[in-house]
């Protein structure tokens, strides 16, 4: 906490010799919920009402969240990671590209999934009404949503036919673009910038550790970690690889990554089958 | 703790917000061409700048096998001449001064698992370019506050990758790092209005400064920032000198 404070203390100093605010510009220091109580969300056919969530979420979510959706609840000290700040307005689990805002979409379907690895549960029990309420909830305690809209998805294209040459190719985009910086040659969370890392507000975090069996938070299936990485996990150390890995070479690397998860799959069969080798991260760059 | 950490970031959210809406209702002063000059130098002895261990990444660590790399939070030139500190005018600029961002794109370049410039100032809406230089993967990862309108992202650059090509909406001081190198950070320092960075030697020169009276600020990332008052006559310059305090 000290760090965010510092960094934003530093901004202070920077803007505290600028002139003195015009009187107009008072309001802004009122966090203003009221004014937003008004937000929708659309999924699909149902539109969702912020007005109408605030039971639930008083009930399921102020705990953790807290009542103006600062993540700063009762159980904020006994959570790791830490409940989300919903006034920041950054997301992990998104279709769109690094930098912009989720669709309604993505976070109705990150309430019903919940998060692995963290203390969001999964929320299953709702209404679809419900939870779209819910939805218009969330985006109400942020101005992000009155003065943007949400990034346009990325495309993914059909899921193609696994083949052994297919994995090989991934393994090559795992070497090249240096997921293993993080990740580790074998997908253990230990490669050599692993220990250092920290979240946006300077909070040490894990790099996922594809051998543990635990589920991507994004979700499981394949489309889902192609939309990892290429979008970035928003508010962490895990970058958008968008500009740098063609579409193809995305699933390329879905099925490679696949080989590092405990689980087994019709590409770790293949890849026992081929005898395939981890990245070598000594190699020069390109050609690990 | 969190209490005041997320006021202290609505309260400079809100000043810099509406600092920024001051400056543009100030009226239109005479047209002409001028500029601020000075030197910013630092008084007393520099504090050590600790060298960077690279050694996680062998890329880094070979590219500065010769001379090892150092913090860059104070750099001083021979005569005391303190480098990258942003020049910046807070007050008196007239509106058309402010009307448009500059059209020259700015360059901000990943070098040796290092940023150059450290310190990047850009006006708000102008247009920079990240770019890299190295045979290593680097993630640029800028932390703005996103209650000033600025929204971080984050984006890989593998060697040979394209430049990725921004701006920023709003005034800010932000910081930039790369979480695949931890010790590699810099900034962008968005202002309103001409700006100017302080060369090797401390020195600095705004252009593009109409005659008038101005109050020019020069922002230190350690040593935050000092103000002063300064007059541009219709031919003459204004000037400028700052001096921190080593701390």
């Not at chain 1, 809209?149 to 993914?156: A, L, M």
């Not at chain 1, 946006?200 to 589920?215: C, K, Q, V, W």
Request: with cysteine.
């Amino acid at each position: 906490m000290r760090t965010r404070l510092q960094k934003w203390s530093l901004l202070l100093g920077a803007a505290a010799v600028l002139a003195l605010p015009p009187a107009s510009c008072a309001q802004l220091t009122q966090y203003d919920l009221e004014s937003r109580i008004g937000m929708e969300s659309h999924i699909g056919s149902i539109t969702g009402h912020a007005k109408d969530a605030k039971t639930a979420y008083r009930r399921y979510c102020t705990g953790c969240h807290g009542d103006l959706g600062d993540g700063n609840g009762e159980n904020f000290p006994w959570v790791d990671p830490k409940p989300r700040d919903f006034q920041l307005g950054i997301f992990k689990c998104r279709s769109t590209p690094t930098g912009t805002l989720p669709t309604d979409q993505d976070l109705f379907d990150t309430i019903a999934r919940g998060l692995d690895r963290s203390n969001m549960p999964q929320w299953s029990t709702f209404t679809k009404e419900e939870r779209a309420d819910l939805v218009a909830w969330v985006k109400h305690f942020s101005p992000r949503w009155v003065n943007e809209k949400p990034g346009t998805p990325i495309e993914i294209p059909p899921e193609p036919e696994i083949t052994p040459e297919r994995i090989k190719a991934g393994r090559d985009v795992y070497a090249r673009v240096q997921c293993w910086k993080c990740h580790g040659v074998l997908g253990q969370a230990n490669g050599p910038s692993a220990a250092t890392l920290t979240d946006d507000l300077s909070r040490p975090i894990a790099a996922y550790n594809f051998t543990e069996g635990s589920r991507p938070k994004c979700g499981d299936t394949d489309r889902d970690i192609y939309r990892v990485f290429m979008t970035g996990l928003d508010g962490t150390p895990m970058p958008s690889f968008a500009d740098n890995i063609k579409p193809d070479e995305a699933w390329d690397l879905v099925f490679y990554l696949r080989t590092l998860m405990s689980q087994p799959s019709k590409a770790k069969t293949m890849a026992k089958q081929l005898g395939l080798k981890p990245v070598d991260p000594n190699a020069p760059a390109g050609q690990q | 703790m969190r209490k005041e950490s997320s006021f202290a970031a609505v309260l400079s959210a809100v000043v810099l917000v509406c600092s920024g809406a001051l400056i543009l209702n100030q009226k239109v002063s005479a047209a002409g061409e001028g500029k601020i000059s000075g030197t910013v130098r630092l008084d007393g002895p520099a504090p050590h700048m600790k060298g960077i261990e690279m050694s996680k990444d062998p890329y880094c660590a070979k590219a500065h096998a010769n001379e090892p790399a150092h913090l860059e939070q104070v750099v001083v030139g021979s005569n005391g001449g303190l480098q990258n500190v942003v020049l910046y005018i807070t007050e008196g600029l007239p509106a058309s001064a402010l009307a448009e961002a500059p059209k020259e794109v700015l360059v901000f370049d990943q070098k040796n698992c290092m940023y150059t410039p450290h310190v990047l100032a850009m006006d708000a809406g102008q247009t920079f370019k990240v770019t890299s230089s190295d045979q290593t993967t680097h993630n640029i990862h800028p932390l703005p506050n996103p209650m000033t309108g600025n929204i971080p992202w984050n984006q890989s650059q593998p060697p040979g990758a394209a430049p990725i090509e921004k701006s920023w909406k709003a005034p800010e001081v932000i910081p930039v790092k790369c979480n695949i190198h931890p010790w590699m950070n810099g900034w962008h320092v968005v202002v309103k209005g001409p700006y100017a960075v302080t060369d090797g030697s401390g020195n600095y020169s705004i252009n593009n400064v109409p005659p008038g009276n101005y109050a020019v600020t020069a922002w230190q990332e350690l040593y935050g920032t000092q103000t002063q008052k300064v007059t541009v006559a219709a031919g003459k310059a204004g000037t400028a000198d700052f001096t921190f305090k080593a701390k």
